[in-house]
């Protein structure tokens, strides 16, 4: 349950063509420490122009999160996309409402996160494929701290060649 189906060092490493050959229609992005860092408000440019690649390619998106309205809708309008907030990861509840929304069927959907207990774990309870991403900067509060030692022994390998 613990288990990605996919691995990748960031969110800018997964390709269309990646997708495409995996048959992948639609994403469900995690917001913090996937897209951007941890609370920031600013999408970076690395983000902005990795979507851009996505829905030039037909790739549809959406993002899943944890946090409240008033965190997830600014930042979901600067990027163009609709969302899900409190999306109550690892339930299945908000990836059931993104899906429907996506218009998709869930085998042509994957979600993409940076957290083992509630991204990949609520992926594979909803029965979707799973990219885990290593997160772009380590929180440190202490409550995240303690949930990122807990994850270790769950931690996929970095993939070859990734430079951090």
């Known amino acids: 349950m613990f288990k990605p189906t996919y691995v ?6 997964i390709t269309p063509e990646f997708l495409h050959k995996k048959q992948i229609k639609g994403l469900l992005l995690d917001l913090d420490n996937t897209l951007t860092t941890h609370n920031n ?3 970076p440019q690395s983000s902005l122009d990795w979507l851009d690649k996505m829905r030039a390619a037909g790739i549809k ?3 899943v999160s944890n946090n409240h309205a008033p965190r997830v809708t600014p930042f979901a309008e600067q990027l163009g996309l609709d969302f899900v907030s409190e999306g109550k990861k690892p ?3 908000g990836y ?3 899906i429907k929304r996506l218009g998709l069927e869930k085998r ?3 979600a993409v996160g ?11 309870l ?4 799973s990219i885990f991403v290593f997160p772009i900067e380590p929180e440190t509060s202490l409550p995240f701290r303690f949930k990122r030692a807990i994850e270790k022994a769950f931690l996929p390998k970095k993939p070859e060649g990734a430079k951090r």
């Open 8 to 13: 990748f060092d960031k969110v800018g490493e």
């Open 41 to 43: 408000p600013v999408p």
């Open 61 to 63: 998106l959406m993002i």
């Open 91 to 93: 339930l299945t509840f």
């Open 96 to 98: 059931t409402r993104a």
């Open 108 to 110: 042509n959907v994957a």
């Open 114 to 124: 940076d957290q083992i207990f509630t991204d990949v774990l609520g992926s594979n």
């Open 126 to 129: 909803k029965g979707i494929r």
